[in-house]
């Protein structure tokens, strides 16, 4: 049913991370799918100022700790190495991860979400983002 699997995912959010993962896994081991792990690190002003500035080193600190965290996350999950992979984007996360999911021809994104607060309905949340504009089906998981 499914071949490619993304699961974008904020490694600071473990409890998020852990329920949208093990859904991911649940559905690819039933389909035989691959699972992609992507993590979207948001460009603040700060990086963007230090970054045109020339610190590109902040750019690389928070790539490097980002990479490591998800290989920290990757050896967690029981899957096959072969049928899982991950990657790293700097941007909008709705954006990186509708872009991602052409990119891999994914068939599902599993993407975790917190309850509606008023926030999220004021602002918007990133699940919120990718369901209304992703031509990708969406699984939701709370």
Not at 111 to 123: A, D, V, Y
Request: glycine content about 4%; overall charge negative.
């Amino acid at each position: 049913m499914y071949k490619t699997i993304l699961v974008p995912v904020d490694i600071s959010e473990d409890e998020l991370t852990s329920k949208a993962v093990k859904h991911a896994l649940s559905l690819a081991n039933k389909t035989g799918a691959k699972l992609h792990i992507l993590h979207v690190l948001p460009i603040s002003s700060a990086i963007v100022n230090a970054y045109s500035l020339g610190y590109e080193e902040i750019k690389d600190k928070a790539t490097i700790k980002a990479e490591n965290d998800l290989k920290m996350l990757l050896d967690t999950i029981d899957f096959p190495d072969e049928k899982l992979s991950y990657s790293i984007a700097f941007g909008s996360p709705r954006d990186e991860i509708i872009e991602t999911a052409i990119e891999i021809s994914a068939d599902l994104i599993v993407i975790g979400s917190r309850r509606p607060n008023i926030s999220t309905h004021l602002l918007g949340s990133n699940a919120a983002g990718v369901v209304k504009y992703s031509k990708t089906s969406v699984l939701v998981v709370r």
